[in-house]
């Protein structure tokens, strides 16, 4: 908000410097973005009269004037402009002075004779016709009005002022105005604040003989006053208005239109006058558009409406965008002779989709969209028909039409000043926090303790204790805290067992040579599709996001695999000719649909690797290591999974019979589809099972074998469908006690062996705790063996 510091001066008595000024306002919360001195943009720069003008004896086109500057002696400049004459008052720049062009004017020779400065034109001035009649005409400027030779001309063009420029919050938009700022500034100076007191003559008549106002919508316009003014005398405003309205960067037009604008940046309040003769049928309806209703507005531009926006129609079409802008048809021009004049109050958020809308923004959607007070509508209309009665503008009609469905009755709080010092943490007397609300307008009164405040109707922002706290502070001053060392005991934090489980278990990946990555959770819809996935699978059940970011990123995700194969897919795109990635994160599985309640958020665990040196026994060797890490028991399964390779896939079931894994190579068809041209294999843990068994895991130290182990080869002849895990669990479970380590060496299957029969090969340590074993004893132990396994089908190969 820009704010012109004599403007300010009109209801403030400020008596410090800008600098001053501007360092109060920042510590009361209103920053301060920018400080112009217009006095700085011009210097020795006077008002000047043509006393005596002669043709210079050697050059045909200039001109030697004698110059009336203020001083003792007239001065003699040169010229070459030919819109001069004697007795015209003009700008001159004298020796060394400064233009707002940048020229720096010095004295000097032309053409032999002295010329001590140099006559200026509107342009060199940097002034538009708006700025001063006459600044855009070919030519050096010729002023207005009988200013006194010597005169400065910052003091003609209204350029001894300072524009400040005040960051206004969203929760105070009783600040987007002249007064707003005026009162701020009086608190915190601890002024008198004088705001202006309307009152007018007014011509007689009844309102309602010349307009009949309508609103259809109380909600989406709370208040709407009207009032008419007849025998309209259109001029230009006077220069006190002009320069005012010229500090906020307002164009000058007409002193009705200007009298609206000045009347929105003093009070905040937007207002807009209809030419009445233009009001068809004489009546003012606000209601809603109709859908593909045309209006064009003031700035020549047409609208095609809806029905969710606000307008002000007469009898038969628009006038006016609620809060926005107004119509070509009923604009104020040099032949209106009668007006209507509007203050009023729309819902914010219905300005605001309105502008967005038609692409509109203005000064007053700006102020409508921010809150406008109820209240203010009539002060505002008050105030305009004093200026339109102080400059003689029109003939004020009696009567106003205010047209509401109940205005809002005052608000109370009431608060214990001990309250707002204990949440403040200072010490603020009881009296200088009386006397802070009521200079705020808030008006306070206490009475044992107790501080009753009555919220004036443009401080919405205040709603309880915190928010008069926060008033008396940013008031009383923030010096008044005081540092004081932080008390209390210290509570080291820790990581939740989650959060440890899921470091060990990156740290176990990471020291096998795969890198951690980290994918969006929303995934693509057509997800299962991709995976083949049947039409009843649990992870088609998918929760859709509102407002997702993309077709690509539409649902949470149930699975992992979709996003570690894109990941795969696009590093091999890369030519980067091997991989292993990992991905701790978590899926999202609704407890019905549609949702009730929030869906279960389970952490998972993706692997992925491709290369030369990479297949199936790989990733299940990285597996067994996670498995073996967090001492979770378990075995390897057939598995189904269709977006795997059938003869080279497997689930991982726990003893308990819970499936928490599945692993195994992308088939073919599944990597065709991600753009994977080789061989890749994935895999899929739930990692709840596996934090859970860690916890449960108890480490047992033993003490290193005395005596020496005996090693058994065994090759075995198995039906080839037979897992090797199941003849494994055989021998363990045959001989426990004296069984120390199984382990595979060689799987066969062809020439020698019958057809769907295979040959396994296992190596068997046998070790007792207290002897050294028999021979005897280990053949028995084999014996036990080979019992065991011929219960399942598996004998010894011959």
């Known amino acids: 908000m820009k704010v012109s510091l004599s403007w300010l001066k009109r209801y403030v008595d400020i008596d410090v410097s800008v600098e001053e000024l501007c360092d109060k306002m920042t510590m009361s919360g209103f920053e301060v973005e920018g400080v112009e001195d217009l006095s700085k943009s011009m210097n020795n720069v006077v008002a000047a009269r ?67 400065g140099m006559m200026c034109s509107g342009e060199e001035l940097c002034l538009k016709e708006g700025d001063y009649p006459g600044a855009e005409v070919y030519g050096i400027l010729i002023l207005q009005g009988d200013w006194k030779p010597g005169t400065d001309m910052r003091e003609i063009l209204g350029l001894n002022d300072v524009i400040i420029d005040f960051s206004i919050l969203s929760n105070r938009p009783d600040c987007n105005s002249v007064l ?19 009152s007018y003559k007014t011509a007689g008549g009844d309102v309602n003989e010349h307009i009949a106002v309508t609103v259809e919508d109380y909600d989406l316009c709370p208040r709407y006053v009207g009032r008419v003014v007849k025998n309209l005398r259109i001029a230009p405003s006077p220069e006190w208005m002009k320069q005012c309205l010229k500090g906020a960067g307002v164009r000058s037009i007409n002193n009705i239109v200007d009298i609206t604008n000045f009347v929105m940046l003093e009070t ?89 809308s038609l692409g509109m923004r203005t000064e007053s959607s700006a102020r409508f969209e921010k809150g406008v007070d109820v209240m203010g509508t009539a002060f505002a209309m008050d105030r305009a028909l004093q200026l339109i009665d102080e400059l003689d503008c029109g003939d004020i009609i009696d009567g106003v039409i205010d047209r509401n469905n109940g205005l809002p009755q005052p608000r109370t709080l009431t608060v214990a000043a001990a309250d707002v010092c204990a949440l403040l943490g200072v010490p603020v007397p009881e009296e200088t926090i009386v006397d802070i609300l009521n200079r705020l307008e808030i008006a306070t009164t206490l009475e044992n303790g107790m501080l009753t405040c009555v919220i004036p ?3 919405d922002d205040i709603e309880s204790r915190a928010d008069l706290s926060e008033e008396v502070m940013r008031i009383y001053g923030y010096e008044h805290i005081v540092s004081t060392p932080m008390t209390g005991t210290v509570i080291r934090g820790r990581k939740l067992p989650e959060r440890v489980h899921g470091d060990t278990l990156k740290k176990l990946l990471c020291a096998q040579g795969m890198r951690e990555i980290s994918t969006y959770s929303f995934i693509s819809a057509k997800a299962p599709d991709q995976l083949s996935l049947p039409e009843d699978d649990w992870r088609r059940q998918t929760v859709a996001l509102l407002n997702p970011l993309g077709e690509e990123y539409a649902v949470m995700r149930t699975q992992l695999i979709t996003s570690m194969l894109t990941v795969l897919a696009t590093n091999a795109s890369r030519k980067i000719p091997a991989a292993r990635f990992f991905e701790v994160g978590k899926l999202f599985l609704p407890k019905s649909l549609p949702l009730t309640e ?69 088939h073919p068809l599944t990597a065709e589809g991600f753009g994977l041209d080789g061989r890749a294999y994935v895999a899929e843990l739930r990692l709840r099972p596996v934090y859970a068994a860690v916890e449960q895991m108890k480490t047992i130290y033993q003490p290193l074998p005395k005596h020496p182990a005996s090693v058994r080869d065994l090759a075995l002849l198995a039906d080839a469908e037979l897992p090797v895990a ?15 380590k199984v382990e595979l060496f060689d799987v066969y299957q062809g020439k020698q062996v019958p057809e769907g029969k295979k040959s396994v090969a296992y190596s068997i340590t046998l070790r007792a705790s207290d002897r050294t074993l028999t021979v005897e004893e280990c053949d028995n132990a084999v014996a036990k063996v080979m019992k065991a396994l011929e219960k399942i089908g598996v004998t010894l190969r011959q």
């Open 50 to 116: 043509i006393l005596k003008m002669e043709k210079h004896p050697d050059a045909d086109k200039l001109t030697v004037c004698q110059m009336d500057v203020g001083g003792e002696e007239p001065i003699q400049i040169i010229t070459g402009a030919d819109n001069i004459f004697e007795g015209a008052l003009v700008p001159a720049a004298l020796h060394d002075s400064h233009l707002p062009n940048g020229a720096h004017i010095k004295k000097g020779k032309l053409r032999g004779l002295p010329s001590n």
């Open 180 to 198: 707003g700022i005026a009162r701020e500034v009086a608190v915190v100076l601890g002024k008198e604040f004088h705001p202006p007191v309307p």
């Open 268 to 356: 905040g309040q937007p207002m807009h006058a209809f030419d009445l003769n233009h009001v068809k049928g004489h009546q003012i309806i606000v209601r809603h558009a109709k859908d593909s209703e045309p209006m064009t507005t003031l700035d020549g531009k047409d609208h095609i409406l809806s029905s969710e926006m606000l307008v002000i129609a007469d009898a038969e079409n628009p006038s006016c965008l609620a809060g926005i802008m107004g119509g070509l048809d009923s604009e104020i021009e040099d032949t209106t002779t009668d007006l209507f004049l509007e203050s009023a109050k729309f819902r914010r958020d219905n300005v605001r989709r309105t502008a967005r």
């Open 457 to 459: 109707s443009f401080r």
């Open 598 to 666: 929030q869906p279960d958020e389970v952490p998972a665990l993706s692997l992925g690797l491709y290369g030369e040196s990479e297949d199936f026994f790989t990733l299940k060797g990285i597996v067994e290591s996670i498995l073996s890490r967090f001492g979770v028991k378990a075995s390897f399964t057939r598995s189904s999974e269709p977006w795997l390779h059938p003869g080279r896939q497997a689930a991982v079931v726990t003893d308990a019979g819970e499936q928490i894994a599945v692993l195994g190579e992308v």
């Open 726 to 740: 199941e003849i494994e669990k055989a021998i363990s479970s045959a001989i426990p006690s004296v069984l120390e």
